[in-house]
């Protein structure tokens, strides 16, 4: 079985500063990893994916998140946090011995972005 | 190129009624998956359709069931409705290759309110 837990429920950060948004998963085969950001009264919008290669993945608007196998981590990051970067944020993952397309889903993690 | 395509936007139902949701996928994309948001349970996937056939299932009961055309729009189908069904129902689609490495892009979701 697959499943994804976001420790926080609400990150508060100053604009200007660094974000992290935090992403634990568990897989029994190898994982690819993705980001969503969800926006009030929107859909999901894909930030960003793991899938093999550098640890360190670059994704839209400035987000990247680093993959650490040894600790089962996959947390986004942005160097500096825009007011615009309010959202909700959800990590998701994929093993890659389930059958099908099927996405496992964190909680969320809510970003508040202070100007 | 167009995204995902969800029709329609807004429903209001009232228990026992049934309700069917569209869902058009990116020009090109044969994979076709439903995911239910709730407050309560978060992100939960419900079914994939590839092809025409249903390639996975989630955890729903019966009431929830969907199909797929051979131009790849998607519609699923929830027959005697509960309050517990009021949800925001995202669709999302992939290329059509294994698609364990394929990003899903997500529609604006179809909010429906049960009363």
């Known amino acids: 079985a697959q499943s994804v837990a976001q420790p926080e429920d609400q990150v508060n950060v100053a604009e200007g500063n660094p974000l992290t948004v935090k992403c634990t998963y568990s897989?029994?085969?190898?994982?690819?990893l993705f980001w969503y950001v969800q926006y009030p009264n929107r859909g999901l919008q894909f930030l960003l994916k793991?899938?093999?290669?550098?640890?360190l993945v670059k994704g839209s608007y400035g987000f990247e998140a680093e993959f650490n196998k040894s600790q089962t981590s996959f947390h986004l990051k942005k160097p500096s946090a825009l007011v615009s970067d309010s959202a909700l944020y959800f990590c998701a993952v994929r093993d890659d011995e389930a059958a099908g397309n099927k996405l496992t889903f964190g909680g969320g993690t809510r970003v508040l972005v202070k100007p | 190129k167009a995204g995902v395509t969800q029709t329609p936007r807004y429903l209001i139902k009232t228990r026992g009624q049934q309700v069917t949701l569209s869902c058009s996928p990116i020009s090109g994309h044969r994979s076709v998956s439903w995911y239910q948001q709730t407050p309560g349970q978060g992100l939960q996937f419900l079914f994939e359709y590839f092809s025409e056939t249903q390639r996975n299932k989630g955890n729903f009961p019966g009431r929830f069931s969907g199909r797929q055309f051979s131009n790849s729009r998607s519609e699923m189908n929830v027959s005697t409705l509960e309050l517990g069904d009021s949800a925001l129902y995202l669709c999302?689609?992939?290329?059509?290759?294994?698609?364990?490495?394929?990003?899903?892009?997500f529609g604006p979701g179809t909010r429906l309110l049960v009363l």
């Open positions: 793991y899938i093999t290669g550098d640890n």
């Open positions: 897989v029994s085969g190898n994982p690819y």
């Open positions: 999302a689609s992939s290329w059509p290759r294994t698609g364990l490495k394929e990003t899903q892009y």
